[in-house]
């Protein structure tokens, strides 16, 4: 994270508010260039008014970050689960064969989530962590289609959740609030390297599993 990125976010943010704070977080959410964690910890910093008690400055995080975060962050989660929602179902049929999914396994899931609301108290979780990469979230609940109306209320509410403990932690912080945002993007580059390389290694030993039973039936 390069230092006149941040201070770019810093000085929008502090010059033009909650609307800064609404924009960036959408942006983050649908292009990821700029971390959740920098644009959080930055409001809770210029936006958060120092020299306060912490029930003091409560009702600022709650309606100067916390509320236009929140917004942001679902509208932005909508996209990428809208577009993975329309997407998904074309991916599956051309590539799910070669990973054991079919399109009637996913129409079975996605009815059982319905009917037994599953799934939505983890979404919440994932959001509500600030290292968990928020987009392949978002992607990955678009792909299985998981219910719409439960991956808005638990996106809102994790959401909501993070953007509440991260403004504090920026207030509490003070100008240190980049170096706790730069250790918040390293935690999440890991996180995201560890499960991209889950999802190869799966991806492998699916392959690997499909060659074998393929060469034995040819021996046969």
Not at 109 to 135: C, D, Q, T, W
Request: charged share 15%; aromatic share 14%.
């Amino acid at each position: 994270m390069g230092f006149d990125f941040s201070s770019l976010i810093g000085m929008v943010i502090a010059q033009y508010g909650i609307y800064a704070v609404f924009l960036c977080s959408f942006i983050e959410e649908i292009i990821a260039p700029i971390p959740s964690s920098l644009v959080l910890l930055a409001a809770g910093f210029f936006l958060l008014p120092s020299g306060h008690s912490l029930m003091q400055i409560l009702p600022d995080a709650i309606v100067r970050v916390t509320l236009p975060a929140t917004v942001g962050l679902t509208l932005g989660a909508l996209c990428m689960y809208a577009i993975a929602y329309l997407g998904g179902k074309t991916m599956i049929l051309r590539f799910g064969k070669w990973f054991g999914i079919s399109w009637e396994r996913v129409e079975k899931e996605e009815a059982r989530m319905v009917s037994h609301n599953k799934g939505g108290y983890l979404l919440f979780l994932l959001r509500a962590f600030p290292i968990v990469p928020s987009v392949l979230i978002s992607l990955v609940a678009g792909i299985i289609r998981f219910p719409k109306r439960a991956f808005l209320i638990s996106a809102f509410l994790g959401n909501m959740v993070r953007a509440f403990c991260m403004s504090i932690l920026g207030w509490w912080a003070g100008e240190a609030y980049n170096a706790y945002a730069e250790a918040f993007a390293q935690l999440g580059d890991y996180m995201a390297w560890s499960i991209g390389g889950l999802i190869i290694f799966i991806i492998g030993a699916i392959l690997v599993k499909k060659l074998i039973k393929r060469d034995k039936k040819s021996a046969r």
